[in-house]
């Protein structure tokens, strides 16, 4: 049977540990089946608690023994841990635990991964390892003894003392116990030292499986990079004498900020020319820098209870876009940043999984790893920069260094500090954090007598707990255009804070073109009555490259809508404005690639929702090839000239330059495609030294169907080689027909190399068919089906994956009835399995909303 009944937890509710930690000293002696975990805990009551409860978390431990004071003790045992009665005063608690390692699916706490042992602690794993208050708001000092065979003994901290089967960790700083790391096996390092600004010499280490070491090198260049970068524009220094990065093939997210030793999904830390591509090498210099700030934002400081995960992920994702956009193009960064929020954050906010950047309650806390969190978090950030400005953020960042160092913070405690140093009110501003959804931004506009007026208005949508919604603080950048195209009003951030609100510009000579939310300074909704000429004009003009990359996407989004619900042709303007967009040599050719992109499936679904109409999926995909046909024969020339003019001939180099250039390239050799049915595609894939250019080749061969031979080849190529194997799964389906995506997932889920026990192989299969949403939504509901069964396949080896799985059907109200029967039937049957988990309950019961 199910869970029983869950429980939600309301942050209302939050109380303080009734006991603090002042040391922890554990002993870990490895056995696959049967780890010994021997704990020394010295607790001391805490002058804040409401209540004298002794309760420490533990979860599917066989306690040997427990003594409190060297007193042998028979605590209350529960499925949820244990309790005792303790003393009214310092006191060392004392437990020795067994666990199973191997038998850990579920990849939480202490598992093993191809004869490895590691842990993942965060949220609350810690409490599938021992005994302890498994809360973020206890912190305390850990050392670790680890006895085993395993050639290579790691644990948090300094390393203090090794030998023969043994190795001890000493880490100095406070921590909750969500951070601590241990990891065991035939590992070789790839070393490296950095020198932080004060003097201190820091041994690097990233540590992989034999065979991997050559995979390592960008990866340390990436970290040390990180570190230079949060010195010089943070003024934060690495604290300890050594950083471990372990790559670890079974992973359910992207890396972990373990103190002194991160854990990460070895996709998001191994790479090479020949197996990785631009895109990965960037989203790996990303995760390296993220998880690397954290020792900051997040683990010098952490969060008081996980309704504040906010705080600390917020915060780190806002500092790692700033990193990359000063290591690569900011602007690019930028368009990519907000076409992802689009993607996962606004779906999210319109759904039924909608809830605030900090919630008010959770089930599982494991749910709410969202986008909401982490990106929308990281909007929040950035607007509350452009508010106050860089010199007082600067300020408010190094107070809240000063102020909270070695604290567990809360949402109150940011925004305290950025109010004591620029003297404003931020309680209006607090609202981001406490409502859900996403605000629509109404504007109309007026000119009269050399004055040109903006007239806003906002309003956000219920959302599921929260009917009511009041006015945000919304910072909206904007900038005025002459009609030959200069500005006439450099970019000026208006303040919104009511409901309606109207701003003037005065002294004008003639009625200019309005750029709004420059930058995206605001993450709402911006909806104004233009027209295709101003769309064209500012793709043309605007000097915001965000902006101007706006009016290109919107241009075609409003084509393919008049396409879909109409039976238009594919619009002219649009074609004639991509083409002259795409030819223009002075824009950077990562740009031109981004906005030679259309909007997505998913996107044209609810924007034909939010009209009023009721989204075909089959009928999206279709104008989508229709426009992208009628696009290749319209600027076949031009994409032939990019295509030539941006090959790179110099040895690889996953820069931003080089990564431009192919990015450009591979877009035109995708437009080529349509009309030579893969020729020159074929000809790439044939020559190609790296992975970007083998796999763009490929995708153009599968999308021409012409695939099947370079299918076969790239798997004969790259059979050894697990993480390109993912991509191998991922492609066949992404590129299927819809007629075809749910049979190519299920071919390949009875593959011999598909591993349901793997979180990367799951998604790249299943992950991929939801990527489809043509097929995934097939009117025979036969995506759905698929989808279902394998959820409840995975659920009881792998919960934590199978939740956010489940967010594959968060949008299924805005489809038709027949479709909407067939995702209830398999909703239903999920939540009607035996012993659904707890994570997964949650998640689909929101969804389904009963």
């Known amino acids: 049977m199910k869970d029983a009944a869950p429980q939600a937890v309301y942050l209302s509710d939050y109380t303080p540990p009734a006991y603090l930690v002042n040391q922890v000293h554990l002993t870990f002696r490895l056995a696959p089946e049967a780890t010994r975990v021997i704990s020394k805990i010295a607790f001391r009551p805490n002058p804040e608690a409401q209540n004298s409860d002794f309760f420490l978390h533990g979860e599917n431990l066989r306690l040997i023994r427990a003594a409190i004071d060297g007193a042998e003790i028979k605590p209350d045992i529960t499925p949820e841990g244990l309790r005792a009665t303790v003393p009214d005063a310092p006191f060392t608690f004392e437990a020795e635990v067994e666990i199973n390692p191997a038998a850990n699916t579920a990849l ?87 020198t932080t600004r004060s003097g201190r010499d820091v041994e690097l280490n990233i540590w992989v499986r034999p065979g991997d070491e050559g995979k390592c090198a960008f990866g340390m260049e990436a970290l040390k990079k990180s570190m230079t970068w949060d010195e010089e524009v943070y003024g934060r220094e690495y604290d ?44 790996i210099e990303a995760i390296i820098a993220h998880e690397y700030f954290h020792n900051w934002t997040g683990n010098r400081i952490t969060c008081r209870d996980w309704f ?107 925004l305290a500090v950025f109010q004591e140093v620029t003297g404003r009110d931020l309680a209006q501003f607090k609202l981001w954090y406490e409502e859900a959804g996403t605000p629509r931004l109404k504007v109309r506009d007026e000119f009269k007598d050399g004055t040109y007026t903006l007239h806003f208005e906002q309003q956000t949508p219920a959302t599921p707990g929260q009917d009511t919604k009041h006015p945000r603080v919304i910072p ?23 409901a309606a609100q109207s701003f003037s510009f005065h ?97 044209l679904a609810q924007a034909l929702f939010d009209m009023g109409s009721t989204p075909d999926p089959q009928a999206i995909w279709e104008a989508l090839e229709q426009l992208r046909n009628a696009r290749a024969k319209h600027i076949e020339g031009v994409a032939r000239e990019l295509y030539k003019a941006h090959q790179v001939t110099a040895p690889y180099r ?57 299918t076969q080849a790239f798997y004969d190529q790259w059979q050894g080689d697990r993480l390109v194997i993912d991509k191998w799964f991922s492609l066949q389906i992404v590129h299927a027909s819809p007629e075809d995506t749910a049979e190519a997932a299920s071919r390949l889920a009875n593959h011999a190399d598909f591993n349901i026990r793997n979180p990367n192989r799951f998604r790249a299969t299943f992950g991929a068919m939801v990527m489809s949403p043509a097929g995934f939504h097939h009117a025979s509901g036969k995506g759905y089906r698929l989808l279902a069964e394998w959820l409840i396949r995975l659920d009881p080896l792998n919960p934590q994956t199978t939740a956010r799985m489940c967010s594959a059907f968060e949008t299924w109200r805005r489809y038709d009835a027949a479709r909407q029967t067939l995702i209830k039937a398999e909703l239903d049957r999920i939540l009607d399995t035996p012993g659904l988990s707890r994570d997964t309950t949650e998640m689909v019961t929101r969804i389904r909303g009963v």
């Open 507 to 603: 002294g004008l000579a003639s009625r200019p073109i309005p750029s709004i939310l420059r930058d995206f300074s605001a993450p709402v909704v911006l909806e104004r009555d233009t027209t295709n000429a101003e769309r064209a004009f500012l793709l043309a003009h605007d000097t915001d490259p965000f902006n101007k990359w706006e009016a290109g996407r919107a241009l075609a989004r409003d084509g393919l809508i008049a396409m879909i619900r109409e039976g238009a042709a594919p619009d002219p303007a649009y074609l004639d404005a991509v083409q002259t967009m795409a030819r223009d040599e002075t824009l950077d050719p990562a740009f031109r690639a981004l906005a030679l992109g259309l909007p997505s499936e998913d996107d």
């Open 240 to 283: 300890l004498d050594i950083f471990n990065i372990v790559a670890v093939d079974d992973f359910n997210m992207g890396a972990m900020e373990n103190k002194g030793l991160n854990i990460f999904n070895s996709s998001c830390v191994l790479s090479t020319p020949e197996t990785s591509t631009d895109a990965n090498f960037e989203r």
């Open 654 to 710: 996953p820069d931003a330059e080089q990564s431009g250039a192919r990015a450009l390239s591979n877009a035109a050799l995708a437009i080529i495609s349509r009309i030579d049915g893969g020729a020159l595609a074929a000809r790439q894939f044939e020559s190609a030294d790296n992975m970007t250019q083998q796999l763009a080749a490929w995708s153009c061969l599968l999308q021409a169907g012409a695939g099947e031979a370079a």
């Open 476 to 498: 909206i950048a904007v900038g005025l255009l002459g009609a030959n195209g200069d500005e006439v009003q450099e970019t000026r951030v208006l303040e919104m804070t009511q």
């Open 108 to 194: 939480e706490g202490l598992y093993m991964s191809n004869g490895m042992y590691c842990t993942q602690c965060e949220a609350e794993g810690f409490r599938k390892i021992t005994y302890y208050p498994d809360r973020p708001d206890v912190m305390s000092v850990f050392s670790v003894r680890i006895e085993g065979d395993a050639p290579v003994l790691l644990s948090n901290g300094d390393a203090v003392a090794q030998g023969a089967g043994f190795a001890e960790w000493h880490d100095p700083w406070p921590k909750p116990a969500y951070l601590f790391a241990l990891v065991a096996g035939d590992l070789i390092n790839h070393p490296d030292r950095f």
């Open 308 to 414: 504040q995960l906010c705080l600390k992920e917020g915060l780190t994702v806002y500092r790692d876009s700033e990193f990359t956009s000063d290591m690569r193009s900011a602007p690019v960064k930028r368009i990519s940043d907000v076409i992802d929020l689009r993607a996962r954050q606004f779906r999210e906010d319109n759904g039924p999984l909608a809830h605030p950047v900090r919630p008010a309650s959770f089930v599982e806390i494991n749910n709410f790893y969202t986008a909401t969190v982490y990106e929308k978090g990281a909007e929040l950030i950035g607007m509350l920069k452009r508010l106050v400005g860089d010199e007082a953020y600067k300020k408010a960042l190094n107070l809240y260094f000063e102020r909270h160092d070695g604290q567990a913070c809360t949402i109150e405690d940011w």
